[in-house]
């Protein structure tokens, strides 16, 4: 027997948002068509047309360098290294699985709820940017986390993934089923830690495949491969835009993007993975799972291959984040539209934690 279609939520945006999961969406228009309704707040007109055109939007110094470089230090010491020892960075370490292994190597850093990372999140520069690409107020922000990637080389050579034909390929792909009928919109975002230079690889995308997807999709066979692109790149370029310390990346799930190798012989890229979404507050479920996340220091559950550090987990290391007005309502600890009978007792418990 079929299983049944997820239920979806609207969210609590006037415009139409619906989603199951809070990370894909279902809408009226698509974000690369959608028409603004409010006044930019971050972006320029030349930016926000740049963001639908492409695929893809920088903000400039949406947190401040001397913040990121907070983050960057904060990073090294979550993991154990030394930013001076590059010996340090390829230490044998038991992984728990292949996935654990591949988590490794691509440099991810299992932190979620350090209250540096909400700082970030609760960012106002940061938040309008999303308000912006959205054009609604009322968001969630995704719990996710951080990376930090040295030099692809020993135990961290990306040779030691078994290379695969189809689906999934870390330097690129699209974040959504690309062969919908109905395209769903998803939205990701990544600050950047310390400058970017082009040898220590990091993030790369193809606009103009964005740009011309549809023209593209037409002379493309039936059974093409929903997730992994297999576009002339000599037609369809492979570019890398250049961030700052502190800069803000958003792009479109349907720009075809992925993390190029860093061949560098000593530099590490290191990013804050950060997004937003419409507020799916009558998912009530998942939103009472995020502020139990957030209060507990939890690994967060909206992604599989978040899987908490091997080592010593968050919750045994930091106290639970403080959170402004705006980091409350990012979170869902309290509704962006709140009846006047409204339950306060999550509100309370959260001051006592």
């Known amino acids: ?38 006044p930019l707040r ?10 639908q055109t492409y695929g893809y939007v920088v903000v400039r110094q949406a947190i401040t360098p001397e913040a ?70 009322e968001l969630w922000v995704t719990l996710d986390r951080l990376n930090l990637n040295p030099p692809n080389t020993g135990n961290r050579d990306r040779a030691l993934i078994e290379p695969t034909a189809t689906g999934f390929d870390i330097e690129l792909h699209w ?39 549809d023209q593209w999709k037409a002379e493309q066979p039936r059974d093409r491969d929903p997730i992994r692109p297999a576009a002339d790149r000599s037609e369809f370029p492979v570019v890398r835009p250049q961030l700052g310390a502190g800069d803000l990346l958003i792009w479109d799930g349907m720009l075809a993007h992925g993390v190029a190798p860093n061949t560098s012989a000593r530099g590490v890229r290191a990013v804050q993975y950060l997004s937003m979404m419409p507020a799916l507050e ?34 045994l290391r930091y106290d639970t984040a403080e959170l402004t007005e705006l980091g409350d309502k990012l979170l869902g600890l309290k509704s962006w539209r709140p009846s006047p009978d409204s339950n306060t007792e999550e509100t309370s418990c959260a001051a006592s934690a």
Not at 183 to 198: C, F, K, S, W, Y
Not at 285 to 312: M, Q, Y
């Open 1 to 38: 027997m079929p299983s049944a279609e997820p239920y979806l939520y609207r969210s609590a945006a006037d415009l139409p948002y619906f989603s199951a999961d809070a990370d894909t969406y279902l809408v009226r228009t698509p974000l690369r068509d959608l028409e603004k309704t409010r």
């Open 42 to 51: 971050v972006l320029s007109e030349a930016d926000f047309e740049f963001w």
């Open 68 to 137: 990121a470089g907070r983050l960057l230090d904060f990073t090294w010491d979550f993991k154990g290294l030394d930013p001076g020892r590059p010996d340090t960075w390829y230490r044998e370490v038991e992984f728990r699985d292949e996935l654990d292994r591949h988590l490794h190597i691509y440099g991810f850093v299992e932190a979620y709820h350090h209250q540096l990372l909400w700082d970030s999140r609760q960012a106002q520069r940061v938040y309008d940017a999303f308000v912006d690409v959205w054009d609604c107020e």
């Open 175 to 213: 974040d959504v089923d690309s062969t919908r009928r109905v395209l769903q919109q998803r939205v990701q975002g990544i600050i950047a830690l310390n400058d970017t230079e082009p040898e220590l690889g990091g993030f790369q995308c193809s606009p103009e495949l964005f740009r011309r997807f």
């Open 282 to 315: 009558e998912h009530e479920a998942l939103r009472r799972s995020r502020v139990e996340s957030w209060r507990t220091l939890a690994t967060p559950t909206w992604n599989a291959t978040l899987v908490g550090d091997r080592d010593k987990p968050e919750a």
